[in-house]
């Protein structure tokens, strides 16, 4: 079965450290994968989306995520965090054409002084 | 990027009434778009698709007569969570995909059933 996997469910940095959140999927194919980013009662933003071709995509507010085949992965990095990160991040997986897609469990992103 | 417009975006109804949740996109127009649920600190499940111009299409376990869905034109699908209670209390979320490409998300709708 398709599925997407967040091994972190909480994650604590300080505000300028550093910070890779982790996501492995499970598909039959390569899928379109995707970071999304949920402040408490909001919606979900788009940070950054993979299809092809790099696979280092560049993303809104800094991020950018690394797709590696031979491990199924499509970390989610920034080098430097910002207070106003703190948030919960999806990762997300689907296929080509209109399918919907398949969430990992997130993972809450605190950051302290 | 596209913008998927939601409203109402919290919404409090007694105890066996039904309530009407919208989804629009406002920017590009959406064939399909899918309505998800998300439980307090948990993930995002997948209720349905919702396709224009034919029936939803229901994941196992979500009850199609309880959470109806139409999606009547290009741009807009609502979803009415019917006689509520107490236990459909939960964040309602639509989102629409432009094909083979990102979806996008409403707000969310925030259904408290008293």
């Known amino acids: 079965a398709q599925s997407v996997t967040q091994p972190d469910i909480h994650i604590t940095v300080s505000e300028g450290a550093s910070l890779e959140l982790r996501c492995n999927y499970s598909y039959g194919a390569t899928p379109y994968l995707f970071w999304y980013v949920q402040s408490p009662g909001q919606g979900l933003q788009l940070l950054l989306k993979y299809f092809s071709g790099d696979t280092l995509v560049q993303g809104i507010k800094g991020f950018e995520a690394e797709f590696k085949r031979s491990q199924s992965s499509f970390n989610l990095r920034k080098p430097s965090v910002h207070w106003s990160d703190a948030a919960e991040y999806f990762c997300?997986?689907?296929?080509?054409?209109?399918?919907?897609?398949?969430f990992g469990k997130g993972t809450r992103l605190s950051v302290i002084a | 990027g596209a913008v998927v417009s939601q409203h109402p975006s919290r919404v409090i109804c007694k105890s066996g009434t039904s309530v009407k949740i919208e989804c629009r996109s406002l920017?590009?127009?959406?064939?399909?778009m899918f309505w998800y649920r998300q439980f307090p600190k948990q993930s995002l499940m997948l209720m349905a698709t919702s396709n224009e111009g034919s029936k939803a299409t229901y994941e196992q376990g979500v009850e199609k007569d309880k959470f109806l869905i139409n999606h009547a034109s290009l741009t807009l699908s609502t979803l009415t969570v019917t006689s509520a209670h107490p236990e459909d209390s939960s964040f309602y979320i639509c989102s629409a995909r432009i094909t083979d490409s990102a979806a996008f998300f409403g707000q969310g709708t925030r259904l408290t059933v008293v």
């Open positions: 997300a997986a689907t296929s080509s054409g209109n399918t919907p897609l398949v």
């Open positions: 920017d590009f127009q959406a064939t399909t």
